[in-house]
Nanobody
Framework: QVQLVESGGGLVQAGGSLRLSCVGS??????MGWYRQAPGKQRELVAT???????NYSDSSKGRFTISRDNAKNTVYLQMNSLKPGDTAVYYC??????????WGRGTQVTVSS
C-alpha cells in the first residue's frame, strides 16, 4: 500500500521560509512532487522531481522554491523562501511509482501572513 506523509507546514510571515517534507512508503517512486490548493481554487503544480534529479517548477515557484529528494529515504523536500500571502494553501505531496501508480498525501497547511 502506497502511503505519503507530509510535514513541515505552518504559519509564517511574508518573506519567511518553510521546509516541507514528504516520506513515501510502499513503492519505488519515479516522480515525486508538490501541488497546492488554495481556498476556492483548483489544485496546481508547485514542483516535481524525478528519480534522476530532473526538476520542473511552476512559474510562481521558480526562483523562490527548491525541490529535492533523497531516494534512499523515499523522501522529497520543498524549501520555500520569500513566501508571499498568495502562497497560502494546502500543500499536497504527489508521487508516481515506477509502475505508473499515482498517490497523494493528505496535505499540510501553509499560511503566510502579511
Amino acid at each position: 500500500q502506497v502511503q505519503l506523509v507530509e510535514s513541515g507546514g505552518g504559519l509564517v510571515q511574508a518573506g519567511g521560509s518553510l521546509r516541507l517534507s514528504c516520506v513515501g512508503s510502499g513503492a519505488i517512486f519515479y516522480i515525486m512532487g508538490w501541488y497546492r490548493q488554495a481556498p476556492g481554487k483548483q489544485r496546481e503544480l508547485v514542483a516535481t522531481i524525478n528519480r534522476d534529479g530532473i526538476t520542473n517548477y511552476s512559474d510562481s515557484s521558480k526562483g523562490r522554491f527548491t525541490i529535492s529528494r533523497d531516494n534512499a529515504k523515499n523522501t522529497v523536500y520543498l524549501q520555500m523562501n520569500s513566501l508571499k500571502p498568495g502562497d497560502t494553501a494546502v500543500y499536497y505531496c504527489n508521487s508516481v511509482s515506477m509502475t505508473g501508480f499515482q498517490a497523494w498525501g493528505r496535505g499540510t497547511q501553509v499560511t503566510v501572513s502579511s
